[in-house]
């Protein structure tokens, strides 16, 4: 059990370009989250997935942002036309659906920065 | 709507002393769950502890409780005998009628030597 993992750790982009984050969550958790964290701030609940169908989506997630998990094993997060907003640490954490400590796992981040 | 207020948003304790961290929440859920998560310098988030809101016993992890209120929608987190590596920012999380987390700004925890 290697962890949930995240790539990249760290990615710098322009204002208007696109980017992608992959998010690996534990192997056998099905249940998959997708989290903002900014300065100062808690993380914010963006999305999550059941195997490969999303579940719920917040209203932070604007149309700019799109999440999938195609087989249900790893995930990517896009953001088009990145904004000097949309700077932020973006966790991923995964679950497992029957697990009764309801504990969700966290990977090490991709932490945005928007110039 | 779900939301978790922590009112210190720094506070720092002596090693081997005791410190509480105080939280307050809010929802209109009846079955929920409450965590406290650890997240130190430029490491994951990790789980300390949890409390589901339909048991009266407050939870106990080795050196970590908590004191569940909640009547007065309140959880706070003690750690014992603290320890330099308890430093970090402690967020208080909510889980009610969904799976989603609802976390609050953070408390910042000094460990003094």
């Known amino acids: 059990d290697t962890g949930v993992s995240q790539d990249p750790r760290h990615k710098i982009t322009k204002r208007g370009q696109n980017v992608t984050f992959r998010c690996d969550p534990i192997?056998?958790?099905?249940?998959l989250y997708w989290y903002r964290q900014t300065l100062g701030q808690g993380p914010e609940f963006l999305t999550y997935f059941q195997n490969e169908a999303q579940l719920e989506k917040s209203r932070l997630l604007s149309d700019r942002f799109s999440a999938e998990r195609p087989k249900g094993s790893f995930s990517t997060l896009e953001i088009q036309r990145t904004e000097q907003g949309d700077s932020a640490m973006y966790l991923c954490a995964s679950s497992l659906e029957w697990d009764p400590r309801r504990e969700q796992f966290f990977g090490p981040g991709t932490r945005l920065t928007v110039l | 709507a779900q939301t978790v207020t922590q009112s210190q948003p720094e506070m720092s304790v002596q090693e081997a002393e005791t410190v509480t961290l105080s939280c307050t929440y809010d929802t209109s859920e009846s079955d929920y769950y409450l965590f406290w998560y650890k997240q130190p310098p430029s490491r994951q988030m990790i789980l300390v502890i949890r409390?589901?809101?339909?048991?009266?016993q407050n939870a106990t992890e080795n050196r970590f409780s908590v004191n569940f209120q909640k009547a007065a929608k309140s959880f706070s987190l003690k750690i014992s005998d603290s320890q330099l590596g308890d430093a970090a920012m402690y967020f208080c999380?909510?889980?009610?009628?969904?799976?989603?987390?609802?976390f609050g700004k953070g408390t910042k925890l000094t460990v003094n030597p």
């Open positions: 999380a909510n889980q009610g009628g969904s799976e989603k987390l609802v």
């Open positions: 192997s056998e958790h099905n249940r």
């Open positions: 409390q589901e809101a339909y048991k009266q």
